[in-house]
Structure formats: C-alpha cells, structure tokens
Antibody, heavy 121, light 103 residues
Framework: EVQLVESGGGLIQPGGSLGLSCAAS????????MSWVRQAPGKGLEWVST????????YYTNSVKGRFTISRDNSKNTLYLQMNSLRAEDSAVYYC??????????????WGQGTLVTVSS | EIVLTQSPGTLSLSPGERATLSCRAS???????LAWYQQKPGQAPRLLIH???SRATGVPDRFSGSGSGTDFTLTISRLEPEDFAVYYC????FGQGTKVEIK
C-alpha cells in the first residue's frame, strides 16, 4: 500500500525558514518523480515543485524560485522541501504527491494528508 | 508557463443531472499531460482522470474526460450525492477549480 506522510509544518515568522519532509512507502521510491503542491486556506491547488526520481532534475513555480529547495534521499525514501525567506502568502497546507508514471505523464496518483505551514508574526 | 482556466467557477445541479466542466489551456498541450482531480473538504485531492480521458483506478464510469489541444472537458453523467466537490484540471500547474454544488 502506497503511503505518503508529511511532517514539519508549523507556525513561523515572516523571513524565517522551515523544512518539510515526506516519508514514502509501498512503492520503489527512486523510480518516481515527486511533487509538492500547496493549498492556501479556502483557495485552490498550487503546484510548487517537482523532482525527478534520481534527484538530478528539479522544477519550481516562479513564486518560490530562489527561496525553496526540493530534494530527496532515496536511501531513506524521503522527500524534502526546504523553505527560506518565508512570506505570509506561503501559508498553506503542503501536500507531497507521487507521479503516476515513471515517464510520459504529469498526473499525481497518491497524495499525503498534508502539513500546515502558517507564516505570521 | 501554461495557464489553465476552468469554467464555470461554480456549477449548481441536482443529483441525477449531468455535469460538464471545462478546462482551457493558454497554449496547446499534449493530451497525455492533462489530468482531473476531485477534492472534498478536509481531504487531499483524488486523481480521477489521467491522459485526458483515462479513468484512474477505482473511479466510477460515470466520470469521463475528453478533449485535445487547448480544450478539455470532464463530464459526470449522473451526479451522485458523493460527487458534490471541487474539481481541478492539471498539466503541471492547476486550474483554479470548479465547485459542483447541490442545487
């Protein structure tokens, strides 16, 4: 059974840093690209970042480029998101999600339960 | 960056009715890259359709997807009570969502 469990969310002051983790199980982790998707309270889904299975390729939405870093440790089956210079508009539930296919599609077939990040003074 | 625009923003329908949701891309995209998700309050999104028209595992056949190029459609043939939710299309980025509410 595929499981994705996020952790690391919390309350952080503007300008601060926070690291999120996503522990994966139930599938060959290193074979699949993984993504972070966020959802501000009462708002829609926003793609944040994607990393290839090997970790060699990373992609970011424009609003987080230079501030957020996605990474993975395939030996630990864990995905990470390091968030620096946080802003109020980064407040959201952050979901990690697994790509459905190894190649050729962008759909996300399994999602974690999400972890809440609140940026406020 | 490709922008996905969904319409309508809200769809008010009764159980048993047909729902037609639209997703328009700012430029032509491969059908392989278009997916649809359902999200209910307090829950993570659920993949419904991948590759524009293929149902994900366990998705009832009242859900169908179609389209190509810049115009894609999600159709729910007969709404069941559990189908009232928010629906998103996705390429890498997401559309803004369509809420299907009970009339």
């Amino acid at each position: 059974e595929v499981q994705l469990v996020e952790s690391g969310g919390g309350l952080i002051q503007p300008g601060g840093s926070l690291g999120l983790s996503c522990a994966a199980s139930g599938f060959p982790f290193s074979s699949y690209a993984m993504s972070w998707v966020r959802q501000a309270p009462g708002k829609g889904l926003e793609w944040v970042s994607t990393i290839s299975g090997s970790g060699g390729s990373t992609y970011y939405t424009n609003s987080v480029k230079g501030r957020f870093t996605i990474s993975r440790d395939n030996s630990k089956n864990t995905l990470y998101l390091q968030m620096n210079s946080l802003r109020a508009e980064d407040s959201a539930v952050y979901y990690c999600a697994k790509r459905r296919l190894r190649l050729g599609e962008l759909s996300l077939d399994f999602w974690g339960q999400g972890t809440l990040v609140t940026v406020s003074s | 960056e490709i922008v996905l625009t969904q319409s309508p923003g809200t769809l008010s329908l009764s159980p048993g009715e047909r729902a037609t949701l639209s997703c328009r891309a700012s430029q032509s995209i491969s059908s392989s890259y278009l997916a649809w998700y359902q999200q209910k309050p307090g829950q993570a999104p659920r993949l419904l359709i991948h590759g524009a028209s293929s149902r994900a595992t366990g998705v009832p056949d009242r859900f169908s997807g179609s389209g190509s190029g810049t115009d894609f459609t999600l159709t729910i043939s007969r709404l069941e009570p559990e189908d009232f939710a928010v629906y998103y299309c996705q390429q890498e980025t997401f559309g803004q969502g369509t809420k299907v509410e009970i009339k």
